[in-house]
């Protein structure tokens, strides 16, 4: 299994028009936040949730937090500058299976605005039930409690992935 760090630093990598690296400064659900930072903890949320309905198997370990705004991974939010830094000259360990799926989800997700993403992170039956609490040890969101949830949830998603050459 992979760690949420080397699947970000991959996930930035395929990134070339910079959209991980936007600095706009964006006010949603009462919260000030980076549309880049905010963009690539989306994706991740994403990630692990399909990557677990499709495969009965977590994409990483590190756990997801429910923010006001979505499912955060908070090791990646506190080391998001380094890991913008590294990224060019970090070589990640992944399979070239999660590689694919990485590659596919990023195209798929790529049009989509930073509203439209927080739209799908607060769609997880998992945030819902988790980010109304105030203490943070109560916002861990159980990806794992979920399976047949983000099976149905993202059958659509996982079905136009599968058919999908890169």
Do not use: C
């Not at 499912?71 to 000259?89: A, C, H, P, T, W």
């Amino acid at each position: 299994m992979a760690s949420a760090k080397e699947i970000a630093i991959y996930l930035m990598q395929l990134d070339e028009n910079g959209m991980f690296s936007d600095t706009t400064l964006l006010e949603s659900n009462g919260r000030m936040f980076y549309v880049g930072r905010a963009r690539l903890n989306k994706y991740l949320h994403l990630a692990q949730n399909i990557y677990y309905a499709k495969t009965s198997k977590l994409l990483f370990q590190e756990p997801l937090y429910a923010y006001d705004n979505g499912g955060v991974v908070e090791v990646v939010r506190e080391n998001f500058e380094l890991l913008l830094k590294i990224k060019d000259n970090k070589e990640v360990n992944l399979s070239d299976s999660v590689k694919e799926f990485l590659i596919k989800l990023f195209l798929v997700l790529k049009n989509a605005d930073i509203n439209k993403l927080i739209e799908l992170s607060h769609e997880d039956p998992e945030w819902i039930a988790k980010h109304a609490f105030y203490r943070k040890q109560d916002q861990i969101m159980d990806t794992v409690g979920r399976l047949n949830d983000y099976k149905e949830q993202y059958a659509d998603i996982i079905r136009i992935m599968d058919g999908m050459t890169i």
